[in-house]
């Protein structure tokens, strides 16, 4: 199981991921390509990669353990809880979900675009199974997204974040 880890110190996921892997823990941090203005006399067009959503960090493992894990960490990280309903439950992902995820988002590179739950709604019963390309096997929902012009393909992990790519037909 994935569970989401959050952090006290703002825009860190970086370093967290970097100090989890080394550790040989299994996490993922999803990226989006960002363009800024260089500092000094000449200004130039920086493309770089940068965490995709604030604050938010997959970490697998299974609960009981992470949960000490976590408490002796330096980088003072803690599980989040679901901020989209009153459960006191911790933000968890399937190991299913989470591979979809992580193909999709790693593979889409700068076409993909991140939305919150409330932004998309999905419909039971829309789920596809891609079949070819480089999103051959990965399941997700095929539907049009407003602002966009072709259709996409959205993969979610419920109740915390949704991704799209274009599709090609």
Known sequence: MWYVIGSLSRQNELKIRDALRAEGRECFV????????????VKRRIRRLVPAVAGLVFLKGELEE????LYYRKERVFLRKSTYSNREEYLKVSDHDMENFIAVTEKAGEHITYFAPSEIQLRPGDR??????MFDGREGVIMRVKGKRRQQVVVSIPGI???SVEMEP
């Open 128 to 133: 596809i199974r891609v079949n070819g390309g």
């Open 66 to 69: 992470l949960k000490e894990f």
């Open 30 to 41: 999803p990226l989006r390509y960002e363009i800024s203005q260089s500092r000094g006399k």
């Open 161 to 163: 974040r949704i991704a």
